[in-house]
């Protein structure tokens, strides 16, 4: 299986399809959406790049940052696979397969919400539960104890890095599901809370435009964009 390798991580570099194919391979598989803001804090939190380069984990180049950094790097991937579009194939695949997903995180409100969109978008779609994200992942044994008896395929966090990654690195051993994803602002985009970027934004590589024309407080955090970029380009000429 191709992978790329971007300083010290191991990005996903196939297709969707052999991504599938390659998740199949694992008992249980944590998916991290590998934007350049998650990797690069992964950097600077040993924790937090433990997770990312576990066994069991699996980096997808979500994000075009990722997609420059993998061919700065010298072994570009194949295609950007974005987090959003990957949880959905996987949510389609249960559906398929009559197998259950969990839902935690964001408001109470936006993963009601979005629950009830997702069984409109996927008929016959078994979530078998939902909390929000404002807990306590330390004290959740209600949480935890009600994943356990629904027992769910796949798990989706949407609590933002590293909350989200800690969280499943916490539970992950404890808990019956066999997808683990963190997802970030997933559960907003899907509930309909934010639109995503028109498709020809997506196409061309400027989604990150449109989320910051719509969420400035995210400019801020672009920043770990060139930085995570500086890092691969020293690290090469290194």
Same mark, same amino acid.
């Given at each position: ?85 990957? *949880? ?18 964001? #408001? ?18 078994? @979530? ?16 935890? /104890? ?6 769910? #395929?796949?798990?989706?966090?949407? *609590?933002? /890095? ?5 969280? @499943?690195? #916490? ?7 066999? @997808?683990? *994803? ?7 985009? @899907? ?31 672009? /920043? /770990?964009?060139? #930085? ?11």
């Amino acid at each position: 299986m191709k992978f790329s390798q971007i300083l010290d991580y191991k990005v996903f570099a196939g297709s969707k399809m052999e991504l599938f194919e390659y998740l199949d391979t694992f008992e249980k598989v944590n998916i991290i959406s590998g934007n350049p803001e998650v990797l690069y804090n992964g950097l600077k939190d040993r924790e937090l790049f433990g997770i990312f380069t576990g066994r069991n984990s699996v980096i997808i180049p979500d994000g075009v940052g990722t997609v420059l950094a993998s061919k700065l790097a010298g072994s570009p991937v194949k295609e950007k696979l974005a987090g959003i579009e990957v *949880m959905e194939s996987i949510m389609q695949r249960c559906t398929e397969k009559g197998e259950g997903i969990y839902l935690v995180g964001a #408001k109470e409100e936006v993963v009601a919400a979005c629950a009830e969109k997702l069984e409109l978008m996927y008929p016959g779609i078994k @979530i078998l539960g939902w909390h929000n994200g404002y807990f306590d992942i330390d004290n959740c044994n209600d949480i935890t /104890s009600d994943i356990k008896e629904k027992e769910p #395929k796949a798990i989706f966090v949407a *609590m933002g /890095s590293p909350r989200q990654d800690r969280f @499943i690195l #916490k539970y992950m051993d404890q808990l019956p599901c066999r @997808i683990f *994803m963190g997802v970030g602002g997933s559960f907003d985009v @899907i509930s309909g809370n934010i639109r995503r970027a028109p498709k020809w934004m997506i196409n061309i590589g400027m989604e990150w435009l449109y989320r910051v024309s719509v969420e400035p407080w995210r400019l801020k955090r672009l /920043s /770990s964009i060139p #930085k995570f970029l500086t890092a691969v380009l020293l690290n090469r000429e290194g």
